[in-house]
């Protein structure tokens, strides 16, 4: 299947405004910052909230793309040997594209929806149908307006089967979902809360997620959820005018007579034994899993496999060899100073993309290396493959490729002739593993990708810094999120900078900082030199403001191009003094101005004494602020507005010497959610970031990013009389289970959580912590939870239990309580 521009624009219904070529197209790119092939690429201008694709044509055009799908009339002058499709609506375009090129196969296509375990459902059909068919199926979870048509797209003749998920937030998105994927066998999965995700009630949200089956020839769902029983049949019946038949029904249950009725869930030993009904005979699987969703997940595929015709004796030997699913890209350090990204669970094309995106996004090591298994697509011409993952890697700028199995051995000479600087390969893990003393890692960011066979997860330990199991987990999709919940409340030309003092609240330097350089915010501030030092040395690039310089780090200032906030007479003319000695001129700084915070600012009378020195060239005025001491509380409005007109009329007098342009700024974050007409220039962003709305408004859906997790050491069966921790302060009144979990007032847990005021998330439970909290440990309740078990994980803070809530409980804020996780615990960044 080839289209060429030409084509394209009869599908999507354009107009070619300019056309120098009929170019073939083979790559759809929708965000700049992941072209690899530039010639081939056909660009969708996407217009979101903050960001407009059509500010990226000259740039792209610069690095090679030709093709341009577009909503709005172009400058063409910079792009003279440019196609330019004119479309009304550049998404839908791609959303029609997509549709047409899946009306061209006739195979069959499982389409999943619902709340939850699309796409666990969705990798674990791949695992278990992968040597029976040719697989095409979404990357990772990809199933948005955007993702879908993205994953329909590289179908092609040698696929035999199709698996997509399909995911909505609004009415009226599914039904286009359903053009493009064209289901042939849908599965429910589940409905999770009613109120949510922009839906009215349970039942609309539904009907709307079952308009992704109209077309399908048989159903798979879970009969025991009242309202997808009762939405089904609707369907069914709306489909079935004529009388004959809308599809096959394949339903299960654990209570009453369905398809496939589900009549015992037996867990033993780390796995689940489930026996069931089907066409009067009892069958039975066994799985490695025992936690419910999991169990409600194999059903369906036990389902959608039968459905197939696969034999009840080859899914059960199947089915207790699935594995677990990576749902997430995980980054996190490794001995040497590496940074290690491990994503050793899958092995395609599409997923491989991704992970390579991830790790070009990295900017802390120059240096990159991949280590890499042999790609399992079945249908690809195996020498195109390896010549298309070489080039990838090339046009990453990959210094070091290791190639692990024989596919790999096999195709060397592609990875050769291509621009990879080193190369080594392997014919197994063993054999690496074996010359592993030889290799040098350090000072560089190693992804690990390879199918699930190959357990690179060995390499992966062999990398990894050994620390205490104690992990805060931060989720860079949530904090990309939480910004963008900030910037809609934001006037368009308005500039953010985020507040990323103190490692970044707690959750990381770097890390953060390079995740917020990639959401291009447009400053970044820290409270100290040496914080900016080391996000200058992990890479960062983008303009950042020091709130306490001091005379003995304006050597280090200048070196790595950091700018003082300068509040203070005496700290302004020495800093004038230093950038004169070194002839320096129009160095960068901010000036700070004291409206009531009384912390740091020049007074009014302050700021007449320095003009002198401010009219003059030794500094640039970036930008002049303020803080507000009360923006979250209304009882405080008329002294934040005080703070405000005393802050604009101090910039006045700062305006009558310094003639050129420079921001104001004032509000943090709950100033942003509470005072939008105090945006003036820039805000600065600080824990609203780390999904804390401040000012309490509930207008935003922030989400949590730092998830504290430890695990237990130790279960002990204690009987009334017995006591726990120092001072015997925990006193056992009846037969209690006490769990010792690796973690403590060292790792800044506070100690008066200490005889039940704090709770841990355990098991879905909340466990009430039994007697004083101890320097690396401590002790909590868990009687009565099921299935716990040494070296289970519990969540202090995070997700499921808002960090918000156990600050509550130690009687201090989130801010105290984030910042205060020390430094040995360790941080691990993932994205979905
Ligand atoms: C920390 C800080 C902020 C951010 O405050 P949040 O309440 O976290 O948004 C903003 N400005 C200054 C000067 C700060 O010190």
Not at 235 to 253: E, H, M, R, T, V
Request: net charge negative; aromatic share 8%; glycine share 6%.
């Amino acid at each position: 299947m080839k289209y060429f521009i030409e084509d394209i624009a009869g599908i999507v219904k354009g107009k070619l405004v300019q056309q120098t070529d009929n170019a073939l197209i083979e790559q759809l790119l929708i965000d700049s910052r992941k072209l690899i092939f530039p010639a081939s690429s056909l660009f969708f201008a996407m217009k979101g909230p903050r960001r407009d694709g059509h500010g990226f044509l000259p740039a792209l055009y610069e690095r090679g793309v030709r093709n341009f799908v577009v909503s709005e009339e172009v400058d063409t002058a910079p792009m003279p040997a440019a196609n330019i499709l004119q479309v009304k609506d550049v998404l839908q375009a791609m959303q029609l594209l997509a549709a047409h090129h899946r009306k061209q196969f006739s195979i069959p296509v499982i389409g999943i929806t619902g709340s939850n375990g699309k796409t666990i459902v969705k990798e674990w059909l791949n695992q278990l149908l992968d040597d029976r068919y040719s697989i095409i199926r979404s990357p990772r979870s990809y199933n948005s307006q955007i993702g879908v048509p993205l994953s329909v797209w590289p179908m092609n003749e040698s696929h035999e089967l199709g698996i997509f998920e399909a995911g909505i937030s609004q009415s009226g998105e599914m039904d286009k979902l359903q053009k493009i994927i064209q289901p042939t066998i849908g599965v429910f999965t589940n409905i999770g809360e009613a109120h949510s995700e922009g839906f009215l009630n349970g039942r609309q949200k539904v009907n709307e997620k079952l308009r992704l089956f109209t077309h399908v020839k048989a159903l798979v769902y879970c009969k025991d959820a009242p309202e997808i029983n009762e939405g089904v049949a609707a369907l069914y019946q709306q489909i079935n005018k004529g009388g004959q038949g809308a599809f096959d029904i394949f339903n299960w249950s654990t209570v009453t007579e369905a398809t496939l009725q589900i009549l015992t869930i037996y867990k033993e030993a780390g796995t689940t034994l489930i026996t069931a009904l089907y066409k009067d005979q009892t069958i039975s699987v066994r799985i490695p899993f025992t936690d419910d969703a999991s169990v409600e997940n194999a059903i369906h595929c036990w389902c959608v496999l039968l459905h197939l015709g696969v034999d009840a004796k080859t899914i059960d030997k199947k089915m207790i060899q699935l594995g677990p699913v990576a749902m997430r890209l995980e980054l996190k350090k490794g001995t040497n100073n590496c940074s290690i990204i491990n994503d050793s669970y899958s092995a395609d094309l599409s997923s491989f993309n991704i992970a390579l995106d991830f790790l070009a996004q990295q900017s802390q090591h120059d240096r990159k290396t991949v280590i890499l298994s042999d790609i399992l697509q079945s249908g690809r011409h195996e020498k195109e493959l390896y010549r298309e993952v070489a080039q990838a890697l090339a046009q990453r700028g990959i210094a070091r490729l290791i190639g692990i199995g024989d596919k790999m051995m096999q195709h060397q000479a592609n990875f050769r002739l291509s621009a990879i600087p080193e190369l080594a390969f392997y014919p197994s893990v063993e054999s690496f593993i074996h010359d592993f003393h030889h290799l040098v890692f350090r000072d560089e960011t190693i992804l690990l990708k390879g199918a699930r066979v190959f357990e690179l997860e060995q390499i992966d330990r062999l990398l990894e810094q050994k620390v205490h199991q104690t992990v805060l987990e931060i989720d860079l999709n949530a904090l990309g999120h939480n910004l963008r919940q900030y910037q809609q409340l934001l006037q368009p030309a308005t500039k953010l900078m985020a507040m990323v003092k103190a490692f970044s609240y707690g959750s990381g330097s770097y890390e953060i900082a390079n995740a917020l350089q990639f959401h291009k915010v447009d400053y970044l501030a820290v409270a100290y030199a040496d914080e900016g030092v080391e996000l200058r040395r992990g890479g960062i690039n983008l303009p950042i403001m020091v709130m306490n310089a001091d005379p003995s780090t304006f050597d280090v200032l200048v070196q790595y191009n950091l700018e003082p906030d300068l509040y203070s007479p005496g700290l302004l003319r020495a800093f004038e003094a230093f950038l004169k000695r070194q002839g320096i001129r129009q160095f960068p700084v901010h000036i700070e101005f004291e409206t009531g915070m009384n912390r740091l600012g020049f007074s009014t009378e302050e700021l007449e004494s320095v003009l002198d020195v401010l009219k003059t060239d030794v500094f640039t005025v970036k930008s002049v602020f303020s803080h507000l001491a009360a923006s979250e509380d209304a009882q405080h409005d008329a002294f934040t507005r005080q703070q405000a007109s005393l802050f604009l009329s101090m910039i006045a007098t700062l305006q009558e010497v310094v003639a050129y342009p420079f921001l104001r700024h004032i509000a943090n974050t709950a100033g942003i959610a509470r005072h939008p007409d105090l945006q003036l220039d820039m805000v600065r962003l600080g824990i609203g970031l780390y999904g804390i709305d401040s000012a309490n408004t509930h207008k935003l859906e922030l989400k949590e990013v730092s998830t504290l997790i430890a695990t237990i050491a130790q279960i002990k069966h204690l009987k009334a009389g017995e006591t726990v921790s120092y001072g015997r302060r925990g006193v056992v009144t009846h037969d209690t289970t006490v769990a010792t979990i690796r973690i403590g007032y060292a790792d800044g847990y506070p100690r008066n959580l200490s005889n039940g005021i704090g709770k841990m998330w355990v098991k879905g439970q909340l466990a009430p912590v039994m007697g004083t909290v101890c320097m690396d440990m401590v002790m909590i309740d868990i009687t009565g939870i099921p299935h716990v078990q040494e070296g289970d994980e519990v969540i202090l803070f995070g997700r499921e239990l808002p960090v918000q809530q156990v600050a509550h409980w130690a009687q201090t804020i989130p801010y105290e309580m984030l910042t205060g996780i020390s430094q040995r615990v360790k941080r691990v960044y993932f994205e979905e």
